[in-house]
């Protein structure tokens, strides 16, 4: 997660998602002015190149409680450098961790129209989206389980195609569906086969969705799978100009005595 907005009163900033997402809760800041940030991790993305010891004119936040203990933290500033801090020699600035299945990333700076005109606070901020959205960058905490890893069983599309949906089985393996109709299993070695090719209805982004094991599955073997089905839908797109009454191969109104044509509701 990058930087928010600006702050503003009210619960969205206090509020406890908001603030366990970003790692910590804002409590005061002193006017703008130059101070130093020390940068702690210099191998992150966010972080690497930038100066070890950073000279900035921006907003400095305090925080209610030191956020250190969650998070891995990337930079720190230095109160001696500056007025109004009220976090003591341990003042975070910038940090990341691994959140809810994604991943957090958070920077105090940027409060002022002319950071983003410096390169390297510029610089900051991408390496924060790449390790947000590209995993690039480690941010292990104290927090992560022990014996925890992340393992890639499948990639590319001989062995996800368009990936759609997955649902984890019992004894750690994986069904995932591709659009166009196939299920492939991959075991927890990370050996994949298809399992099942389903027919199904593929225009306008339809096909093969989701997939879900059912909550008993050990005992009655039943998986879940949302798709379209192909019935007769003709091919391409709808026509561009007619009327509902028209029907399908209609040119007008049926009369009384006419076979009427019904589209199903649903495929």
Same mark, same amino acid.
């Given at each position: 997660?990058?930087?928010?907005?600006?702050?503003?009163?009210?619960?969205?900033?206090?509020?406890?998602?908001?603030?366990?997402?970003?790692?910590?809760?804002?409590?005061?800041?002193?006017?703008?002015?130059?101070?130093?940030?020390?940068?702690?991790?210099?191998? @992150?993305? /966010?972080?690497? $190149?930038?100066?070890?010891?950073?000279?900035?004119?921006?907003?400095?936040?305090?925080?209610? &409680?030191? %956020?250190?203990?969650?998070?891995?933290?990337?930079?720190?500033?230095?109160?001696?450098?500056?007025?109004?801090?009220?976090?003591?020699?341990?003042?975070?600035?910038?940090?990341?961790?691994?959140?809810?299945?994604?991943?957090?990333?958070?920077?105090?700076?940027?409060?002022?129209?002319?950071?983003?005109?410096?390169?390297?606070?510029?610089?900051?901020?991408?390496?924060?989206?790449?390790?947000?959205?590209?995993?690039?960058?480690?941010?292990?905490?104290?927090?992560?389980?022990?014996?925890?890893?992340?393992?890639?069983?499948?990639?590319?599309?001989?062995?996800?195609?368009?990936?759609?949906?997955?649902?984890?089985?019992?004894?750690?393996?994986?069904? @995932?569906? /591709?659009?166009? $109709?196939?299920?492939?299993?991959?075991?927890?070695?990370?050996?994949?086969?298809?399992?099942? &090719?389903? %027919?199904?209805?593929?225009?306008?982004?339809?096909?093969?969705?989701?997939?879900?094991?059912?909550?008993?599955?050990?005992?009655?073997?039943?998986?879940?799978?949302?798709?379209?089905?192909?019935?007769?839908?003709?091919?391409?797109?709808?026509?561009?100009?007619?009327?509902?009454?028209?029907?399908?191969?209609?040119?007008?109104?049926?009369?009384?005595?006419?076979?009427?044509?019904?589209?199903?509701?649903?495929?």
């Amino acid at each position: 997660m990058c930087r928010p907005g600006r702050r503003r009163a009210g619960p969205p900033w206090r509020a406890r998602p908001y603030g366990d997402l970003v790692g910590a809760y804002f409590a005061s800041h002193p006017a703008n002015q130059n101070a130093t940030v020390r940068i702690e991790d210099s191998s @992150h993305p /966010s972080t690497a $190149g930038l100066p070890t010891a950073w000279n900035r004119y921006d907003e400095r936040y305090n925080y209610r &409680t030191n %956020p250190r203990s969650d998070n891995h933290i990337l930079a720190t500033v230095d109160e001696s450098t500056y007025t109004g801090g009220t976090m003591g020699s341990d003042h975070p600035i910038a940090w990341c961790r691994g959140y809810d299945g994604g991943r957090s990333w958070y920077t105090g700076m940027g409060h002022t129209n002319e950071s983003f005109s410096d390169a390297n606070f510029r610089r900051h901020v991408l390496g924060g989206i790449q390790y947000a959205a590209q995993v690039t960058g480690n941010c292990s905490t104290s927090q992560i389980p022990p014996g925890y890893s992340q393992v890639t069983l499948a990639k590319g599309v001989a062995e996800v195609g368009e990936p759609m949906g997955m649902t984890v089985l019992p004894n750690r393996g994986v069904l @995932h569906t /591709s659009r166009e $109709g196939t299920i492939r299993y991959t075991d927890a070695a990370g050996n994949t086969k298809v399992a099942l &090719t389903i %027919p199904v209805y593929t225009h306008d982004e339809e096909g093969l969705q989701s997939i879900k094991v059912d909550p008993n599955f050990a005992i009655n073997r039943w998986v879940y799978v949302y798709y379209s089905p192909p019935l007769s839908t003709p091919g391409g797109d709808a026509p561009s100009t007619g009327s509902a009454s028209q029907g399908v191969g209609g040119d007008g109104p049926a009369g009384p005595d006419q076979p009427r044509h019904v589209l199903p509701r649903r495929r």
